[in-house]
């Protein structure tokens, strides 16, 4: 059955990383996924590698926390690396029938993994960094521009912050229905896939009521608590876009301008 | 004349907080033909500001309703609610008077909009559009007057029921309101997150004079507050100070309601014609009006002691045997947590056992082992001959039945039918024994048989309850686990589940657990009782020897009933009496006897 999942990594501190504003980390973010998918030669890739290896040390984070978002992706990443092995062409090494492994085709899967190793861990910091709370607010702030084009950007944040607030709520709820169901005499663990998938209406139909019930009695407690829509609303924790975000950013501009540079003389 | 006039009109206006005039709700039909439903029929009240007010009243009575009549969530469609001044039909100015007057809801977890306990604080001023630190200043006091100051940073989700509701009272009073009304904001607490509750209640009306209408049915809440009100059937049929109230025992009941034990004990005394002055409310009172009727007894070589009615215990016949069970939630990850310490416990064939300890005390553990829905990380469970561990989890689960806390909440069927026939379809019966069975055990529990073409979904709560129940019962368990089956239900409707299922053990031989926080229920209905403190089975024994042991259950922070309460008291007044009287009936017989054995009564007339 489920057990306790922990939701957004957080872990607090006081790092540069930390107290950047969001939108300055979710800049950051674009701007090295951007340019992870641009490097190229082996010395791009060493200086993004030490680059992303200062954020890390900056974030103050140890680093097998940073790291650890990698595990649950660990699969998926070989796999993706693996393939490439097999679907480069080039100078083959080794051929057994129709399959081929080439030299093009290994430094092609050990790039891939890389970039996707230094995605994760990026990623991860900006989680790591940054309260689900402050989050949701930078989203918040990035959207307002697109409000006169008719996007919800209050409704949005606060949608997902409510999402934030309850999965932990309704997970704790799947497992009672499930350990309730089962006292019953529900089975969820044996049986044909179908059958397996039909055992969880029982689970389903009431935490689909309960869930519905709930937005209910919330939106009557908001209601109650004077939530009128994002006009006119403070927030406790302002979110501020500070000198050190504008630093920050530049300092980000320059320095994946550095790593490209050597194309300019190549 | 005429100023004088003015000035006292005035001044009522001037105090009364809340003023309702003949307000009338009533809830649009839900399908076409139907008739709608009226909730609140012609109600008409003026709180003061500063009044502590209890509003009592089953479920269904239209207390919900008057609720969200006070702050606008709903405008009456006849009648008038004004709060502070202002008329809540006023659209303009309702933020005012939900500014004003702040509401906190029933569920715990359904009124936290947040991810921090703080950020949670801090929604109602972030509405009203107040500076950051002026929020920021809001939150901290409004967290300190609750006493949940540490838990600033807290995630919601890793507190108990009670923290959960101080914050929800927090968040209003950060809007800094001049009323607060709870609906039925300690219904679904354990009695320690209920008392915490009120003593903050109590804080916020005596220091900071906040008009408090507390919303229960709990009668022990409404003994201490200024003005009790009782509603039935969408009306106020009583309003008076708590003695005025529970002097009209009858009406009281009528109205689905129950009087505190102290005050039916002294109802049943004055019955039989026992003189008393005024109503005693408490053991304090009680104990006061019984000094001046018994007189003390120097010598305590009589029987007096131990002429207590001593119930019938049921003969040793081991049905679940539990040797030596620990149980470690999560081993080996970070949130690991031992939560059973060796537990030795044997329960016998046909008898009721209570199960009582905090919460978190591992009460819910220990019988998710007993149907194997939880594995022993050590020792041993065997029911009925059969190992609760092996792979006859289909058997075992078909021997015990458990019934968790708000089993209602499981209803999934399109029928009330196909939902109690869920686990019995699968043992492979043919449909006239379904049918045979189904019929049975609505029976037992009162379901009427109409209801089982129906939507469980269309059900009260009190009979969606007996239906999740009707579907373990089908299995025809030889042991019945209930984990709290009276939470959340007024006092008629705990007091009939366990009417039923002390008929049920009567008559069909079933074993029953019950995991309670009533002890007045356990201490009527149980032969056994075992207490749980921090994981480990502290004692079990039977509820008269359980129940004496006041000094070690306050250690656990649980209670003994009022009644045992008043013996005690008594006893240490210098009365020779015995500290095991558990119910109101043995109340009265025992002191009846006392007072025409003329162990010294002073006559009054």
């Known amino acids: 059955m489920i057990n306790n999942v922990t939701l957004g990594q957080y872990i607090p501190g006081n790092s540069i990383l930390h107290r950047l504003d969001p939108r300055t980390k979710i800049f950051w973010t674009i701007l090295l996924m951007a340019a992870t998918f641009l490097i190229d030669s082996w010395a791009e890739y060493l200086m993004m590698g030490l680059f992303t290896l200062m954020l890390m040390l900056i974030s103050g984070v140890p680093i097998r926390q940073s790291v650890k978002g990698i595990k649950p992706l660990l699969f998926i990443l070989i796999f993706t690396a693996v393939l490439n092995i097999f679907f480069t062409g080039g100078t083959p090494i080794l051929a057994i029938g129709p399959v081929k492994v080439t030299y093009e085709g290994i430094f092609a899967a050990i790039k891939l993994f890389l970039r996707l190793v230094m995605l994760v861990i990026t990623a991860s910091l900006v989680t790591i960094t940054t309260t689900p709370m402050t989050m949701t607010d930078g989203i918040e702030k990035l959207l307002k521009p697109f409000e006169k084009i008719g996007v919800p950007a209050h409704e949005i944040a606060m949608m997902m912050s409510i999402a934030l607030r309850f999965i932990p709520t309704l997970l704790d709820e799947t497992n009672r229905i499930m350990k309730a169901q089962a006292s019953r005499g529900a089975n969820f663990d044996t049986g044909s896939i179908f059958s397996r998938i039909k055992s969880f209406i029982p689970v389903l139909v009431p935490l689909f009521v309960s869930a519905f019930k709930r937005a209910d009695e919330l939106a009557e407690a908001m209601e109650s608590r004077c939530y009128r829509g994002g006009k006119g609303r403070t927030r406790l924790k302002e979110i501020h876009y500070s000198k050190l975000d504008l630093s920050a950013s530049l300092a980000g501009i320059a320095l994946l301008g550095i790593i490209f540079s050597g194309r300019l003389f190549s | 004349m005429i100023i004088g006039n003015t000035h006292c009109l005035y001044g009522e206006n001037m105090n009364a907080i809340i003023k309702a005039d003949n307000v009338y709700y009533e809830y649009m039909a839900q399908n076409e033909g139907d008739i709608a439903v009226q909730a609140v029929k012609g ?23 008057l609720a969200r009549l006070l702050n606008g969530l709903l405008i009456p469609v006849k009648g008038t609610v004004i709060i502070d001044g202002i008329d809540t039909s006023n659209n303009e100015l309702i933020w005012e008077v939900r500014k004003t007057l702040g509401l906190v809801f029933q569920n715990p977890d359904n009124q936290i909009v947040a991810t921090t306990v703080e950020e949670d604080v801090a929604f109602g001023p972030e509405n009203l559009g107040i500076s950051p630190d002026d929020i920021r200043k809001r939150v901290d006091e409004s967290l300190k007057m609750v006493g949940m100051g540490e838990y600033s940073g807290y995630s919601p989700h890793m507190l108990s029921g009670g923290q959960k509701q101080r914050i929800a009272i927090a968040g209003i009073l950060a809007m800094e309101p001049k009323c607060i009304v709870l609906d039925e904001a300690t219904s679904m607490l354990d009695p320690r997150g209920r008392r915490e509750v009120m003593d903050v209640l109590k804080k916020l009306n005596r220091e900071k004079g906040i008009t408090i209408v507390h919303i229960t049915h709990h009668m022990e809440e409404a003994v201490e507050a200024d003005l009790v009100m009782v509603m039935e059937n969408g009306r106020l049929v009583l309003t008076g100070t708590p003695r005025q109230i529970f002097e009209n025992i009858e009406q009281i009941r009528k109205a689905g309601l129950d009087v505190p034990q102290i005050t039916a004990l002294a109802y049943d005394l004055k019955e039989k014609g026992v003189r008393m002055d005024k109503l005693p409310l408490n053991v304090n009172e009680m104990v006061n009006v019984l000094n001046g009727l018994i007189k003390r007894k120097n010598s305590d070589n009589t029987d007096s002691a131990r002429r207590h009615i001593v119930r019938e215990l049921k003969p040793e016949s081991p049905i679940i045997k539990v040797r030596d069970l620990s149980h470690v939630y999560m081993p080996g990850s970070a949130f690991e947590q031992k939560a059973l310490y060796d537990i030795n416990l044997t329960v016998n064939k046909g008898e009721i056992l209570g199960i009582i300890g905090q919460t978190g005390s591992g009460k819910s553990t220990l019988v998710q082992h007993f ?25 075992l689960r078909q021997k015990v039945g458990l019934i968790f806390q708000y089993p209602e909440h499981q209803l999934f069927e399109e029928t009330v039918y196909k939902d109690i026939i869920f686990g019995l379809t699968k043992l492979g019966l043919d449909e006239e024994e379904i049918k045979k069975r189904v019929f049975h055990v609505i029976d037992i529990l009162g379901i009427s048989p109409e209801l089982l073409e129906k ?21 025809k368990p030889k042991v019945l686990v209930l ?15 366990f009417r039923l299922l002390s008929r049920l053990n009567r008559e069909e031989g079933t074993t029953i657990i019950i995991i309670s926080h009533n002890m007045e229920e356990v201490a009527a209905f149980c032969h056994r009782v075992a207490v749980m403190n921090k994981g480990r089975l502290v004692f079990c024994d039977t509820a008269a020897n359980v129940f004496s042991r006041y000094e070690e259950l306050k250690n656990y922070n649980l209670d003994i009933p009022k009644i045992t309460e008043l013996f005690r008291e008594l006893h240490n007044s210098g009365h020779d009496v015995p500290q095991n009287v558990l119910t109101v009936d043995e109340a009265k017989e025992f002191i009846i006897s006392m007072i025409n054995s003329g162990v010294g009564v002073r006559h009054n007339d």
């Open chain 2, 455 to 475: 939507s469980p979904f269309e059900l009260s709560g009190g009979q969606k309850r007996r239906v999740a129940i009707a579907g373990v019962l089908v299995m």
């Open chain 2, 43 to 65: 109600i008409s009240m003026s709180i003061r500001q500063g009044q502590f007010v209890v509003v009592l009243g089953r479920n269904g009575s239209g207390k919900s309703t």
């Open chain 2, 371 to 395: 149907n194997g829905i939880l594995k022993a990380t050590s020792g041993s469970v065997e029911v009925d001959g059969l190992k609760a561990e092996g792979n006859d989890l289909k058997e």
């Open chain 2, 483 to 497: 984990d709290e089956p009276t939470a959340g239900l007024d006092p008629q409707g705990s007091s009939e589940v």
